[in-house]
């Protein structure tokens, strides 16, 4: 009897221990964090998930070139420079000089100053120049050239072209005050100028206290 009750012992234990690791195995979850299936791994983002794709710009590459506008053509503007109000002024250093013997008569010296331009523009002489003798010291001999006749208007200079005035004097003897001492320098202010030309012994002899300069003339 006690064999047999052992023999029916065994079986009924080992059932038990099949139903036990049966209970275990039903399927459940076992406790603790779930572990991450493949589809939900970072780094793996499904097609759903996928970041979206930045959206185009506003404008088009038609509205990108615009056309241009009218006002992006310059338009040409009138010149304001010297040679649009026509050739400036004269200046001593735009100028040459010399000075000879003219044509006189009945006891009237004359001699002819000239001007020339040796500048490559053209420049205007109006008016009349300033004209005085001078010693080798710089003193003034005399008194400066007065104002003979009425201004002539303005004459324009070419480049490489000449105008001219004529100063007068009187022949020895023709009148009172005699000579004044031969000069040096002639020293010559172009009309409207503040620098002047210098001519280095000019002949020019002065009598009968008579000096006169006309206005400059083409």
């Not at 710089?138 to 005035?165: F, N, Q, S, Y």
Request: positive net charge; glycine residues 12%.
């Amino acid at each position: 009897m006690r064999r047999r009750a052992r023999r029916l012992l065994v079986p009924v234990a080992m059932m038990s221990l099949a139903l036990v690791a049966a209970g275990c195995d039903d399927g459940s979850a076992p406790d603790g964090p779930a572990a991450a299936s493949p589809a939900t791994r970072a780094g793996d983002a499904t097609p759903s998930q996928a970041p979206s794709q930045p959206s185009a710009p506003a404008s088009s590459p038609a509205a990108a070139t615009a056309s241009p506008s009218r006002s992006a053509t310059a338009t040409p503007t009138p010149d304001t420079g010297a040679d649009a109000a026509g050739p400036g002024r004269c200046t001593a250093e735009n100028l040459g000089m010399t000075v000879r013997p003219a044509d006189g008569g009945a006891g009237q010296v004359y001699y002819r100053l000239t001007f020339v331009n040796k500048s490559a523009r053209s420049c205007t002489l109006n008016g009349f120049p300033g004209v005085s003798l001078i010693q080798r010291d710089g003193a003034v001999i005399g008194v400066p050239a007065g104002r003979d006749g009425a201004a002539k208007g303005p004459t324009v200079l070419a480049p490489g072209k000449t105008a001219h005035v004529f100063l007068h004097t009187l022949n020895r003897g023709i009148a009172d005050g005699g000579c004044w001492k031969r000069a040096d320098y002639l020293r010559v202010y172009p009309p409207g100028s503040k620098e002047a030309l210098t001519l280095r012994d000019p002949q020019v002899r002065i009598c009968g206290d008579r000096f006169t300069t006309t206005s400059v003339e083409g």
